[in-house]
């Protein structure tokens, strides 16, 4: 057992770390574990909760320059597969404390090991791509790139998603499990993924043979910023967590000619618009009602001027699902109904839609391993309080974080929510008439930094701590 005197002295060096009332408050459930474990009088008690109230306190003392760190993340957001400086920062970073980095993993991706004796490997995983998003936040350090998109269209550049705060939650707890070393044993792997917004980064870094070129984790952790859960709590999902998805274009094909003489032609624009309203009875009207699926046509283009019919008109759809049977059933009904539809129209042998899946940025649904959830969930609780753990609906939203899963090794994945939004602003939003809160991907998403990020380095270093042997 730790001598009182050690106690303490590591309770005072905590008060000192408290810079605030609410951190005060939610360190409660620490100090409550602290006197139980006095009270126990046993070793290991003590010894756990003492881990804890490092993380909370190193979380905290750390958090000034982690802002640094967010600010400029934030401000130099990169677009999927072009991630290129962001990886280089995110590499020095983990050098810095100790890691054996790989980069360019998987195009931009980065790989860095610390070994730290025999243990568990746990693997934690950041994503590090913004999106085409012109930020309107209005914040001193908001976002002012332009870039060019892959189709040399000149578009902002926005880490709307959040993910710089996942990469500065990701350095803050590398920083901490390295200063925390004498309280683990184990080897910690820190990925950081590139284009996940694109589907592709985490498949790109697989096929680069993460698992057999690194030691292959025991467990793979991530967080995901929420744009409607208040900042100091974290929302957790049993199963089936994020939908899969695929990306459908669909090509429409009739025969063109004058917008007089309509008789002349098969018009794909009404047969579009048919197809469109077909489309929505394969949810409402083929799928068993306990299957979530989502049919959505996302963009249609067809014709260049007023008294023309065109030849063709583009669709593109996305489709959401959580098991391959589903998927497959959707997938089915979209082919099934335009064909069937143009052939009521008349369109001729040889002209029928055209349906192609585009496999690159189809997805697979992120499953969380019920019992690796349960044990974060735990673990989280003891740092954050039983109270700021939510129990969180899945959510149609996709992730290709579910591919980590998703191989022939079958490892246990988890990833949680880490809420991003004041209370005052959730309060606001659900008055008669108040602001709505911006979502995920909107130009307004500001999420609320101090309490987020410390919150995200709290929950990981604790889960991971959890994880891996104690020493
Ligand atoms: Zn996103
Ligand atoms: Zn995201």
């Known amino acids: 057992m730790l001598a009182t005197a050690t106690i303490f002295r590591q309770l005072s060096y905590f008060s000192r770390a408290l810079s605030s009332c609410c951190e005060r408050k939610r360190t409660k459930a620490v100090l409550a574990l602290l006197l139980a474990a006095l009270a126990s009088g046993t070793t290991i008690a003590v010894a756990q909760t003492s881990a804890l109230l490092e993380v909370e306190s190193r979380a905290n003392s750390e958090y000034a320059n982690l802002f640094l760190l967010y600010r400029h993340l934030h401000a130099n957001p990169e677009l999927s597969f072009h991630e290129s400086k962001t990886s280089e920062l995110l590499q020095q970073e983990l050098r810095s404390v100790g890691f054996e980095v790989t980069g360019n993993f998987g195009g931009h991706g980065l790989v860095g090991v610390f070994r730290n004796g025999a243990g568990p490997t746990v693997m934690i995983r950041t994503d590090l791509d913004a999106l085409p998003v012109t930020e309107q936040t209005g914040l001193e350090y908001a976002s002012r790139v332009k870039t060019k998109d892959d ?24 920083r901490l499990l390295s200063q925390l070393k004498d309280r683990w044993r184990g080897t910690v792997i820190m990925i950081g993924q590139p284009a996940e917004e694109r589907g592709g980064g985490a498949k790109a870094m697989l096929d680069a043979g993460l698992f057999q070129k690194f030691p ?17 709590r974290v929302g957790v999902t049993e199963g089936p967590a994020l939908a899969g998805t ?23 624009i009404v047969l579009s618009a048919q ?11 083929e799928m068993r009602a306990i299957d979530p699926a989502v049919v959505t046509v996302g963009s249609i283009h067809g014709g260049t001027k ?26 089915a009904g979209i082919e099934r109904i335009a064909k069937g539809m143009a052939q009521a129209a008349g369109v001729p042998p040889g002209r029928e839609p055209i349906v192609r899946v585009r496999e690159e940025e189809s997805i697979g649904p992120t499953v969380n391993h019920p019992e690796l959830t349960r044990r974060v969930s735990s673990a989280m609780a003891a740092t954050l309080g039983k109270s700021n753990i939510v ?31 004041t209370r005052e602003k959730i309060e606001e939003s659900q008055k008669p008439g108040g602001k709505p809160l911006p979502s995920l991907h909107s130009n307004l ?27």
Request: net charge negative.
């Open 151 to 174: 189709q040399g269209n000149e578009v902002g550049v926005m880490h709307a998603c959040g993910h710089d705060v996942h990469m500065t939650c990701f350095v803050g707890t590398a």
């Open 216 to 232: 292959k984790p025991n467990y793979v952790l991530a967080l995901h910023d929420a744009a409607n859960l208040e900042a100091g």
């Open 246 to 268: 695929s990306s459908v274009d669909l090509t429409v094909r009739g025969i063109s000619g004058h917008g007089a003489w309509s008789y002349t032609t098969k018009d794909p």
């Open 275 to 285: 197809i469109i309203l077909g489309l929505q009875t394969i949810v409402s009207r």
């Open 306 to 331: 007023h008294n023309i019919i065109p030849d063709e008109v583009q669709l593109q759809l996305t489709i959401r699902f959580f098991s391959d049977a589903v998927r497959s059933q959707l997938l």
């Open 391 to 421: 129990p969180t609906e899945p959510v149609m939203g996709g992730e290709d974080f579910g591919y980590f899963a998703r191989t022939a090794e079958s490892i246990p994945i988890c990833m949680f929510w880490l809420g991003a939004v």
């Open 445 to 471: 998403y500001a999420p609320a930094p101090e309490t987020t990020i410390k919150t995200g380095v709290k929950a990981m270093t604790a889960a991971a701590l959890d994880l891996l042997g104690k020493k």
